[in-house]
């Protein structure tokens, strides 16, 4: 017994690491590593890993390996299922309509818009993962939404061709006006369905198009600028609460910083996946016709009077504010 202590007290010597209690947090994002929440995650764990000197860990999942998509990544993380996550905040609105507004149709033109819109956001966003007793910890930002087709889309007709995957409500009810046949599907289940062709057209950004190799199908890419939408990454209340108070400014600190990395990696991320695209022979249409996007427009201001009435006071609170402040 005596020699069982000696040695292990030599390998906690030996090993200091092994002394330290560890704590793992499993992370999930149904988007591919490559994509901005991907990139996210992997920044965060990182992050964490380096503020907490190694006593807490994050174990990323990626490609919603583990079945969880961002509809369903909140209650994950209230099951347990996952103690974190990060979710296209459109796909969350039957949550809380505050979660739609980053997605609202030609409101966002510019990385300068997203920012300030994301800054009024945060804490209506703070408040409705609270009341799913979950902690926002940081935003993740995407490049410019566009269209992914199989053929150029020159004019208004063309979008009545279009059977498109759209990633939530509000940009639904926006295609679907337009005459296209419009479906919210998750990124995850996107490939499947247009390999077998049950959709002919993805509206993305470039970044999830590279991520998932769009090209592979949809040799066009229309640059409408449809949105510059968000992603929020929470974690469990309960489990954040949990932590030792070193260990909860650690996983404050690593919010924090990679919140800063993700949005100076977004200044030069639309250059990056147009490059790789035109790379794979994608066609990029950086001057739609004017006809097009109006008929998307149109759309899109109803669209935004509708989720309107669906978020009540939040409108005037953020909506309004933003607008007000548009040079």
Not at 53 to 61: D, N
Request: proline share 6%; glycine share 8%; hydrophobic share 45%.
């Amino acid at each position: 017994m005596l020699l069982f202590r000696v040695l292990a007290g030599a390998l906690l010597l030996l090993h200091p690491a092994a002394a330290r209690a560890q704590t793992v947090w499993d992370m999930a994002t149904e988007y591919p590593q490559s994509a901005m929440p991907g990139l996210g995650v992997t920044t965060f764990a990182k992050h964490v890993a380096e503020s907490s000197a190694g006593k807490l860990q994050i174990r990323p999942s990626f490609d919603a390996s583990g079945g969880i998509r961002s509809a369903g990544m909140l209650a994950a993380i209230a099951e347990g299922r996952v103690q974190a996550g990060d979710a296209f905040a459109g796909a969350l609105e039957a949550e809380d309509a505050i979660f739609a507004l980053p997605s609202l149709p030609f409101l966002v033109t510019s990385i300068a818009d997203a920012r300030r819109l994301a800054d009024l956001a945060r804490p209506f966003l703070a408040a409705a993962l609270q009341n799913k007793g979950q902690r926002l910890l940081y935003l993740t930002p995407w490049p410019p939404s566009g269209i992914w087709s199989k053929s150029p889309l020159k004019m208004p007709s063309d979008l009545t061709g279009l059977s498109i995957r759209t990633y939530d409500k509000t940009s639904s009810e926006v295609f679907a006006s337009a005459g296209a046949k419009a479906a919210s599907i998750s990124f995850a289940d996107t490939m499947p369905k247009l390999a077998e062709g049950s959709i002919n057209a993805v509206l993305s950004s470039g970044d999830g198009g590279t991520g998932r190799k769009l090209w592979e199908f949809l040799p066009y890419f229309s640059e409408i600028t449809y949105s510059l939408p968000l992603s929020v990454a929470s974690v469990n209340q309960a489990i954040y609460d949990g932590l030792t108070p070193d260990l909860r400014e650690a996983v404050d600190t690593a919010s924090r910083e990679t919140e800063i990395e993700l949005w100076l990696a977004l200044s030069t991320r639309l250059q990056e996946n147009y490059q790789r695209m035109r790379q794979n022979g994608v066609t990029i249409d950086s001057s739609p016709a004017a006809a097009v996007v109006a008929v998307l427009q149109s759309g899109a201001a109803a669209a935004q009077q509708a989720w309107c009435t669906r978020s009540g006071p939040t409108c005037a609170k953020v909506l309004e504010a933003f607008k007000a402040g548009k040079p």
